[in-house]
Protein backbone atom coordinates (compact mmCIF):
# COMPACT_ATOMS: atom_id res chain seq x y z
CA UNK A 1 0.00 0.00 0.00
CA UNK A 2 1.33 3.13 -1.34
CA UNK A 3 0.52 6.50 1.51
CA UNK A 4 0.96 9.96 0.06
CA UNK A 5 0.24 13.26 1.66
CA UNK A 6 0.69 16.63 0.36
CA UNK A 7 -0.24 20.26 2.30
CA UNK A 8 -1.19 23.45 0.58
CA UNK A 9 -1.47 27.04 2.17
CA UNK A 10 -4.23 28.75 0.77
CA UNK A 11 -5.15 32.20 1.43
CA UNK A 12 -8.79 31.76 1.89
CA UNK A 13 -10.93 31.11 5.12
CA UNK A 14 -11.54 27.44 6.07
CA UNK A 15 -15.11 27.67 4.88
CA UNK A 16 -14.37 28.81 0.87
CA UNK A 17 -11.63 25.96 1.04
CA UNK A 18 -13.69 23.33 2.22
CA UNK A 19 -16.89 24.24 -0.56
CA UNK A 20 -14.67 24.38 -2.58
CA UNK A 21 -13.46 20.95 -2.15
CA UNK A 22 -16.34 18.99 -1.87
CA UNK A 23 -17.91 21.09 -5.22
CA UNK A 24 -17.88 18.24 -7.95
CA UNK A 25 -18.38 20.95 -10.04
CA UNK A 26 -15.15 22.90 -9.05
CA UNK A 27 -13.75 19.27 -8.67
CA UNK A 28 -13.74 18.58 -12.55
CA UNK A 29 -12.57 22.05 -13.20
CA UNK A 30 -9.22 21.45 -11.34
CA UNK A 31 -8.06 18.02 -12.29
CA UNK A 32 -5.60 17.67 -15.63
CA UNK A 33 -7.51 18.43 -18.73
CA UNK A 34 -6.37 15.64 -20.92
CA UNK A 35 -7.93 13.26 -18.34
CA UNK A 36 -11.17 14.49 -19.53
CA UNK A 37 -12.80 14.13 -15.64
CA UNK A 38 -16.44 13.98 -15.55
CA UNK A 39 -19.14 12.80 -12.68
CA UNK A 40 -21.43 10.55 -13.99
CA UNK A 41 -23.23 9.16 -11.46
CA UNK A 42 -24.41 9.48 -7.48
CA UNK A 43 -23.69 13.35 -7.01
CA UNK A 44 -23.33 14.81 -10.34
CA UNK A 45 -23.47 17.97 -9.42
CA UNK A 46 -22.95 20.45 -6.14
CA UNK A 47 -21.44 19.79 -2.99
CA UNK A 48 -21.11 16.38 -1.95
CA UNK A 49 -22.09 15.65 2.00
CA UNK A 50 -21.41 12.62 4.09
CA UNK A 51 -22.92 9.48 2.71
CA UNK A 52 -22.79 10.29 -0.92
CA UNK A 53 -21.31 8.64 -3.42
CA UNK A 54 -20.05 10.05 -6.78
CA UNK A 55 -18.65 8.05 -9.70
CA UNK A 56 -16.37 9.73 -12.00
CA UNK A 57 -15.14 8.66 -15.20
CA UNK A 58 -11.91 9.85 -16.97
CA UNK A 59 -8.77 8.76 -18.77
CA UNK A 60 -6.04 7.65 -17.36
CA UNK A 61 -3.02 5.80 -18.93
CA UNK A 62 -5.05 6.17 -22.26
CA UNK A 63 -7.50 4.09 -20.43
CA UNK A 64 -11.33 5.10 -19.90
CA UNK A 65 -11.93 4.34 -16.08
CA UNK A 66 -14.88 4.57 -13.70
CA UNK A 67 -13.98 5.52 -10.01
CA UNK A 68 -17.02 5.36 -7.18
CA UNK A 69 -16.28 6.75 -4.16
CA UNK A 70 -18.99 7.05 -0.93
CA UNK A 71 -17.99 10.21 1.47
CA UNK A 72 -17.76 8.16 4.46
CA UNK A 73 -16.55 10.86 6.98
CA UNK A 74 -17.72 14.22 6.53
CA UNK A 75 -17.02 16.61 9.40
CA UNK A 76 -17.57 20.10 7.84
CA UNK A 77 -15.44 22.57 7.23
CA UNK A 78 -12.74 20.28 9.00
CA UNK A 79 -12.51 17.10 7.37
CA UNK A 80 -14.09 14.61 5.08
CA UNK A 81 -13.29 11.04 3.62
CA UNK A 82 -13.71 9.66 0.23
CA UNK A 83 -13.19 6.17 0.08
CA UNK A 84 -13.54 3.72 -2.99
CA UNK A 85 -16.33 1.63 -3.47
CA UNK A 86 -15.44 0.32 -6.79
CA UNK A 87 -12.67 1.22 -9.27
CA UNK A 88 -8.94 0.38 -10.93
CA UNK A 89 -7.23 0.15 -7.33
CA UNK A 90 -7.88 -2.59 -5.38
CA UNK A 91 -8.15 0.09 -2.42
CA UNK A 92 -8.19 3.32 -2.08
CA UNK A 93 -9.05 5.90 0.77
CA UNK A 94 -8.29 9.48 1.06
CA UNK A 95 -8.79 11.65 3.54
CA UNK A 96 -8.98 15.78 3.44
CA UNK A 97 -7.78 18.13 6.55
CA UNK A 98 -8.68 21.55 6.62
CA UNK A 99 -6.69 23.22 9.47
CA UNK A 100 -7.74 27.22 10.08
CA UNK A 101 -4.90 29.26 10.29
CA UNK A 102 -7.31 32.93 10.69
CA UNK A 103 -6.89 34.56 7.09
CA UNK A 104 -5.54 31.47 5.63
CA UNK A 105 -6.00 27.55 5.57
CA UNK A 106 -3.95 24.90 5.31
CA UNK A 107 -4.97 21.89 3.30
CA UNK A 108 -3.79 18.40 4.07
CA UNK A 109 -4.72 15.33 1.76
CA UNK A 110 -3.91 11.97 2.71
CA UNK A 111 -4.15 9.23 -0.01
CA UNK A 112 -3.78 5.74 0.68
CA UNK A 113 -4.27 3.46 -2.28
CA UNK A 114 -3.36 -0.43 -3.25
CA UNK A 115 -3.06 -1.66 -6.84
CA UNK A 116 -4.52 -4.71 -7.74
CA UNK A 117 -2.54 -7.44 -9.77
CA UNK A 118 -0.13 -8.67 -6.20
CA UNK A 119 3.75 -8.10 -6.71
CA UNK A 120 3.07 -6.74 -10.41
CA UNK A 121 0.78 -4.83 -9.09
CA UNK A 122 2.80 -3.37 -5.92
CA UNK A 123 5.88 -2.94 -8.49
CA UNK A 124 3.54 -0.23 -10.64
CA UNK A 125 2.66 1.24 -7.31
CA UNK A 126 6.30 2.16 -6.30
CA UNK A 127 7.78 2.77 -10.04
CA UNK A 128 4.38 4.65 -11.40
CA UNK A 129 1.38 5.37 -9.59
CA UNK A 130 3.01 7.05 -6.34
CA UNK A 131 4.35 9.63 -8.38
CA UNK A 132 1.81 9.97 -11.27
CA UNK A 133 -0.98 10.49 -8.13
CA UNK A 134 1.27 12.82 -6.05
CA UNK A 135 1.54 14.96 -9.17
CA UNK A 136 -2.26 14.59 -10.02
CA UNK A 137 -3.18 15.86 -6.27
CA UNK A 138 -0.06 18.45 -6.27
CA UNK A 139 -1.86 19.85 -9.96
CA UNK A 140 -5.50 19.55 -8.64
CA UNK A 141 -4.47 20.94 -4.69
CA UNK A 142 -2.63 24.08 -6.71
CA UNK A 143 -5.63 25.01 -9.22
CA UNK A 144 -7.93 24.94 -6.28
CA UNK A 145 -5.70 27.64 -4.29
CA UNK A 146 -6.09 29.62 -7.61
CA UNK A 147 -9.79 29.44 -7.49
CA UNK A 148 -9.91 29.88 -3.69
CA UNK A 149 -7.83 33.15 -3.59
CA UNK A 150 -9.39 35.00 -5.92
CA UNK A 151 -12.47 34.97 -4.03
Given at each position: M???L ?12 F ?6 DI??Q ?5 T???A?A??T ?18 I??K?TS ?7 PY ?10 FK ?7 FID??D????K??L???A?L???G ?10 Y?T?F????N?Q?K ?6
Amino acid sequence: MIKILTEIEIEASIDVCFDMATNIDIHTQTVWPHTKERAIAGTTTGMVRGGDTVTFEARHFLIRQKHTSLISNYVRPYHFVDEMLQGTFKSMRHEHEFIDLGDRTLMKDTLSFEAPLGWIGRLVERVVLKRYMTRFLNYRNAQLKILAERK
